[in-house]
């Protein structure tokens, strides 16, 4: 929000743009959302967006963009190699982070393939501040070990600590001097906490990580994928940032870095991915990946037009009054859910809104894939879509035993500037009544579980009737109302 203050003392979220163009959403009566559900496998990825009141599945792909980005889109350079709109976006790239080389691809997971084949040895490890779900199977193909040493804070629901997603400095310690720098094949910065509930990394954290990784030669990479929020965050919570532009911050954090990624359906409110690196050698190994896995490097598996909103979606980023819209959202819904003791993560992240389900549903067993259940749950309360972040966006551990998460977390993502704060209001509203009713959820079990990424596609049953019921008392509580 901008600096503005309302008389009642009221701190309420204000819109710094407003709607020129909208899409018509459904709202299906209660009965229906049971039946979309039950279709669905009780996977929210696999229900159909028309019958979807709010997509708040992810912010990945479906942020609003600017009507800048729209005219830039008719402006790009269709050529298969040597396209001018290649060399707008690397101009911009170049402007914002000042690293050396940039190479294009088509999103973020393909990114991540051409880091880890790069870069990863079978028996390798890999130390990060947590895994994200795509990085962790690029690295666990290739043979790589995934060890997370996020700061403890970062993996408690409730908590005042300003950024969770630090590393544990003297866990990285510890864990170079166990592994040897030799074994290590690079340590990952996530900027925005995905999956612990969208949480920030501070810029003292990138600085002490990146100084011991340059005294031990170990190779520093930034996933820049939430890049846009965790800087909201260090200008809003880091005392020392707060008179410092955007755009300086931006670019003291790639000077720490060796390696910055991102996946452009999030950063820059576009649809596609990028590398940056300093690394010529680096830089010209990975490369061939990019014509290989993407498409000649002036593209690199993406639209042009795309390229060309990209680069105008990364230019707005460095705009606070662009980047504080999706987490002063989040907040608000965060507020309202908290005020009628909805258990969610604190402080508020970017990204969305996390209920945690190990509270709200604790009387479900782990193993029945508690979040899950809960994001179903969401669903038929309310036709909101949310995404499980918990054990059911796990993988199994190599013996095939069920690998719990840390979290079981119902995500409710904000895709920037997409809802207003009265569809936020109602979302609340409807999870607020779900919780009252919370004891009518139960568990899930898979009939069909991919061996990879098994939440894409994973088809569960619900153990029990409790879908049923919980329509049932939907009904009987709200009448005639959808
Ligand atoms: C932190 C992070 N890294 C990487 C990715 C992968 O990006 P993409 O979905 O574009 O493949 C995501 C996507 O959600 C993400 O949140």
């Known amino acids: ?9 009221e701190n309420i979220p204000l819109e710094m743009h407003k709607v020129r163009m909208v899409q018509k959403v459904n709202l299906l009566p209660v009965e229906e959302r049971l039946k979309c559900i039950k279709e669905a496998g009780f996977n929210t990825f696999l229900l159909n967006n028309r019958d979807i009141f709010m997509d708040m599945l992810t912010d990945s792909g479906v942020n609003a963009m600017s009507q800048e980005q729209y005219a830039a889109m008719m402006n790009a350079d269709d050529s298969y190699a040597g396209s001018e709109t290649y060399y707008r976006l690397e101009a911009v790239l170049k402007d914002i982070f000042a690293m050396e080389y940039f190479l294009p691809a088509h999103q973020g997971r393909a990114c991540e393939n051409i880091i880890a084949r790069s870069l990863i040895k079978p028996g390798m490890v890999t130390i990060m501040n947590y895994h994200f779900t795509t990085t962790k199977a690029h690295i666990t193909l290739n043979g790589g070990i995934v060890e997370e040493i996020v700061s403890d804070e970062g993996l408690k629901i409730t908590s005042d600590a300003p950024f969770k997603g630090d590393i544990d400095i003297n866990k990285l310690k510890k864990s170079i001097a166990l592994h040897g720098k030799d074994k290590i094949a690079f340590v990952r910065i996530e900027a925005g906490t995905n999956l612990i509930g969208g949480q920030p990394v501070s810029m003292d954290n990138v600085r002490e990580v990146s100084k011991i990784c340059r005294n031990e030669g170990i190779r520093l990479v930034y996933d820049a994928s939430l890049l846009g929020d965790n800087l909201y965050f ?18 003291e954090i790639a000077s720490l870095v060796d390696v910055l990624y991102f996946s452009a359906r999030k950063l820059g409110s576009a649809r596609g991915g990028g590398i940056l690196i300093n690394d010529k050698d680096l830089y010209m190994n990975m490369r061939e990946f990019v014509t290989l896995y993407e498409g000649f490097l002036t593209y690199g598996g993406m639209s042009v037009r795309e390229m060309e909103a990209l680069a105008v979606g990364l230019v707005e980023t ?10 002063i959202i989040v ?52 036709g909101v879509r949310c995404m499980e972040r918990g054990t059911l966006s796990e993988q ?36 607020s009544w779900l919780y ?19 939440f894409f596609f994973g088809r569960l049953e619900s153990i029990g009737n409790w879908p049923d019921i919980l329509a049932t008392q939907f009904r009987k509580d709200f009448g005639e109302s959808l």
Do not use: W
């Open 396 to 431: 199994r551990n190599a013996d095939g035993s069920e690998r719990y998460a840390e979290m079981e977390l119902a995500r409710i993502a904000v895709p920037r500037r997409v809802f207003t704060l009265s569809q936020v209001k109602y979302t609340a509203d409807r999870i």
């Open 318 to 327: 460095m705009d606070m009054e662009v980047i504080n819209q999706t987490p």
């Open 1 to 9: 929000m901008s600096n503005v203050k309302f008389m009642s003392g």
């Open 331 to 382: 907040e608000a819904l965060c507020n309202e859910l908290l005020a009628k003791g909805v258990p969610v993560v604190t402080p508020p992240g970017g990204l969305g809104c996390h209920v945690d389900a190990m509270q709200f549903c604790s009387h479900v067993p782990q193993a029945e894939y508690k979040a899950g259940a809960l994001a179903s749950a969401i669903f038929i309360a309310s």
């Open 234 to 251: 260090i200008k809003k919570r880091d005392e020392k940032y707060k008179d410092v532009d955007i755009k300086s911050i931006t670019r």
């Open 436 to 454: 009252k009713n919370r004891e009518i959820i139960g568990g899930l079990r898979f009939v069909e579980e991919p061996k990879m990424l098994r």
